[in-house]
């Protein structure tokens, strides 16, 4: 069984530029949630994919925005970067957001710096 | 609004000491609650769950979690720390209906040897 995969690894782009990062879900899961988790914080839920619809978002502005793939996998994409945008940003994959219990399995995140 | 606490963002043990760290959320209603724990260049892995039933939930590595519904707390314990379980650890709470995770700001605990 194959875990969540995050790319690049590492990103650093500079204030106005957009960004794409990339998410493949752990086999199975239908459900894609991303989290960004600046420095010295928790993680902050920015939107969840379910089946390739968005399915909930957080406090984050319209900038940020993402896609679901029929694989499930998924992106997130960021423009007009601002310099808080700085952070890990996370990916969790869960089976079925329509249970209670699903649980979620996170990727090693991408580390993107905004200069 | 929805938030969740941790009492201690730091914590310094000595190896065999005891762990209890804190964590409460804002509001009652149907939870799922979580402990998640990040080691050193590592990604967010799950220590233990509750979704119902017995409120003292035992998970990995000699963790355990009481879930308190009249407090709205879940704290997090293990008898004798190693070494090994220096970490940072977060508390995470989905309530019912919800689809998102929200995470307390993590505790950040060095065990010394």
């Known amino acids: 069984e194959t875990g969540v995969t995050q790319s690049p690894t590492h990103l650093i782009k500079t204030r106005g530029q957009q960004v794409t990062l990339r998410c493949s879900s752990q086999?199975?899961?239908?459900?894609v949630s991303w989290y960004q988790q600046a420095l010295g914080q928790g993680p902050q839920f920015i939107f969840q994919?379910?089946?390739?619809?968005?399915?909930g978002r957080g406090n984050f502005p319209p900038r940020f925005s993402g896609l679901q793939f029929p694989n499930y996998s998924s992106e997130l994409n960021v423009n007009a970067l601002e310099l808080d945008d700085s952070a890990l940003y996370l990916c969790a994959s869960s089976l079925n957001d329509r249970l209670a219990n699903d649980e979620q399995f996170f990727g090693p995140g991408t580390r993107l710096t905004v200069l | 609004a929805q938030s969740v606490s941790q009492h201690n963002h730091h914590v310094i043990l000595s190896e065999a000491a005891s762990l209890e760290l804190g964590c409460n959320y804002s509001y009652g209603g149907t939870v799922n609650l979580f402990w998640y724990v990040q080691y050193p260049g590592q990604h967010l892995q799950l220590l233990l769950k509750y979704f119902s039933g017995d409120p003292l939930v035992k998970g990995i590595k000699g963790f355990e979690a009481e879930f308190i519904k009249s407090k709205f707390s879940f704290n997090l314990r293990k008898p004798s720390v190693q070494w090994s379980d220096t970490a940072e650890y977060f508390c995470?709470?989905?309530?019912?209906?919800?689809?998102?995770?929200?995470f307390g700001a993590g505790t950040i605990l060095r065990v010394k040897s």
């Open positions: 086999s199975g899961h239908n459900t």
């Open positions: 994919y379910y089946r390739e619809e968005e399915n």
């Open positions: 995470a709470v989905k309530w019912e209906y919800g689809n998102k995770l929200v």
